[in-house]
Every structure is written in structure tokens, then in C-alpha cells.
């Protein structure tokens, strides 16, 4: 069984940073692409960013383009998300998912997903 575990998440004034992480367990992490996405209560969820296996290539939502960067560490068969020039708007529980093929930004197309990380910043 794929078990993605989402940590780093936390309280931080608007500007600041913090990096969150996802350890994947179980599956074949190499083969899948990764996505992070976030919600809020009343909201569908919603793509933030996604990178393609081996780290070909990375994309973001509009939003947060500039400010945040996807990676992936195969050794350890983890995945972040650093996110710097944090706002209030970027307030909201951070899921990380795996998908077999290529990345996507459709939430949707993701088969295994982990407990999500909340992420609160404060003006």
C-alpha cells in the first residue's frame, strides 16, 4: 500500500518560509509523479504544485509561482515543497499525492494521498 505522510507544516508570519515534506512508503516513488495541493474549509482542493518523475520537470499554480519550489530526493523517496514570501491567502492544509505517469495538476488523476499538514500565516 502507497502511504504518503505529509510534515513541516506550521505557524509563521506573513513573509516568512517553511519547507514541507512528504515520505512516501510502499509503491515505486521513482515511477510516480508527486503533486502538492491545499484546502480550505468550503473550497475544492487546489493544485499548487507538481513535479514529473526523476524531476524532469516541475510546474505551479499561478499563485504561487516566484515563491515556491518542488523537489524530489528518489534516495529517500521524498518529496517538498519549500514556500518563501509566505501570505495569509497560502493559509490552509497542504495534501501531498502520488500518480502514476505524468504530472498533472488535476487533483482528480491522484490515487494515493497523505493525512495533509496545516499551514497557518499570520499578517
Known amino acids: 500500500q502507497v502511504q504518503p505522510v505529509e510534515s513541516g507544516?506550521?505557524?509563521?508570519q506573513a513573509g516568512g518560509s517553511l519547507r514541507l515534506s512528504c515520505a512516501v512508503s510502499?509503491?515505486?516513488?521513482?515511477?510516480?509523479?508527486?503533486?502538492?495541493f491545499r484546502q480550505t474549509p468550503g473550497?475544492?482542493?487546489?493544485f499548487v504544485a507538481t513535479i514529473s518523475r526523476f524531476g524532469m520537470s516541475?510546474?505551479?499554480?499561478?499563485?504561487?509561482k516566484?515563491?515556491?519550489t518542488i523537489s524530489r530526493d528518489d534516495a529517500k523517496n521524498t518529496v517538498y515543497?519549500?514556500?518563501s514570501g509566505l501570505k495569509p491567502e497560502d493559509t490552509a492544509i497542504y495534501y501531498c499525492a502520488t500518480k502514476s505517469g505524468s504530472s498533472s495538476s488535476?487533483?482528480?488523476?491522484?490515487q494515493y494521498w497523505g493525512q495533509?499538514?496545516?499551514?497557518t500565516v499570520s499578517s
Open 106 to 110: 488535476t487533483y482528480k488523476e491522484y
Open 26 to 36: 510502499g509503491g515505486t516513488f521513482t515511477s510516480s509523479a508527486m503533486g502538492w
Open 58 to 64: 516541475a510546474r505551479y499554480a499561478d499563485s504561487v
Open 81 to 83: 515543497l519549500q514556500m
Open 66 to 68: 516566484g515563491r515556491f
Open 9 to 12: 507544516g506550521g505557524l509563521v
Open 116 to 119: 495533509g499538514t496545516q499551514v
Open 43 to 46: 473550497k475544492e482542493r487546489e
